[in-house]
């Protein structure tokens, strides 16, 4: 069983930093195709993609973070990242973690349909 585990979100000033991770068991970085996303939930709005990393190594990132957010994995650990720099006020959301074990069209690769396993989430609050 696919399980995906956020941590690393807190409350920092706007301008700040922070560094989020997500742990997953069950799932192993293959050869073969597989597609992990980071998605935010702010209160009242719809989830929406932040950024997304493939087996074949190409990010991608939504137009609001591109050039401030930077998504990575360690598949030694078997843990995926999201380096948040320039935080604003408007990141301020729940960031959940997400897996998908089937490739994924880059146009596609932020929609929240397009993965089958999610994380519980981690807070992220930037005060101005």
């Known amino acids: 069983q696919v399980q995906l585990v956020e941590s690393g979100g807190g409350s920092v000033q706007a301008g700040g930093s922070l560094r989020l991770s997500c742990e997953a068991s069950?799932?192993?970085?293959?050869?073969?195709?597989?597609?992990m996303g980071w998605f935010r939930q702010a209160p009242t709005k719809d989830r929406e993609g932040v950024a997304a990393l493939c087996n074949d190594g190409w990010p991608t990132y939504a137009d609001s973070v591109k050039g401030r957010f930077t998504i990575s994995q360690d598949t030694a650990k078997n843990t995926l990242y999201l380096q948040m720099n320039s935080l604003k006020p408007e990141d301020t959301a729940m960031y959940y973690c997400a897996a998908a074990y089937r490739p994924l069209a880059t146009w596609v690769r932020l929609a929240k349909s397009s993965y089958g396993y999610w994380g519980q989430g981690t807070q992220v609050t930037v005060s101005s």
């Open positions: 069950g799932y192993t970085y293959r050869s073969s195709d597989h597609c």
